[in-house]
């Protein structure tokens, strides 16, 4: 098993920046890749971004491409999300993922571990 627990989001305005950070703990040699996600009131939970550790790969939705980083601490087993020029459209409830198997990157079925998720909320 492994455990995510998200942190650092809060509220920001229009163009600011905040860093999520997930803290993996439990079975985290099995970890093939991490990712994030997020969920609007109404929407879906779509996809934000992804890392594959095995071969230091990320992937982004062309939402955020440009303006999030994804990056690792390995040392630390954790997963940060970097967001820059945050846009009120960001707003939403950001949740950390991963699995251990070999397969896709930006499907929510893709994983088998969640996080409990950090509230994001940018003002205009």
């Known amino acids: 098993q492994v455990q995510l627990v998200e942190s650092g989001g809060g509220l920001v305005q229009a163009g600011g920046s905040l860093r999520l950070s997930c803290a993996a703990s439990?079975?985290?040699?099995?970890?093939?890749?991490m990712g994030w996600f997020r969920q609007a009131p109404g929407k879906e939970r779509e996809f934000v971004a992804a890392f594959r550790w095995s071969y230091g790969i990320t992937y982004y939705a062309d939402s955020v491409k440009g303006r999030f980083t994804i990056s690792r601490d390995n040392a630390k087993n954790t997963e940060y999300l970097q967001m820059n020029s945050l846009k009120p459209e960001d707003t939403a409830v950001y949740y950390c993922?991963?699995?251990?198997?070999?397969?896709?990157?930006?499907?929510?079925?893709?994983?088998?571990?969640w996080g409990q998720g950090t509230q994001v909320t940018v003002s205009s």
């Open positions: 439990g079975r985290t040699f099995s970890i093939y890749r």
């Open positions: 993922a991963a699995s251990p198997k070999i397969g896709g990157i930006s499907g929510p079925g893709d994983y088998e571990y």
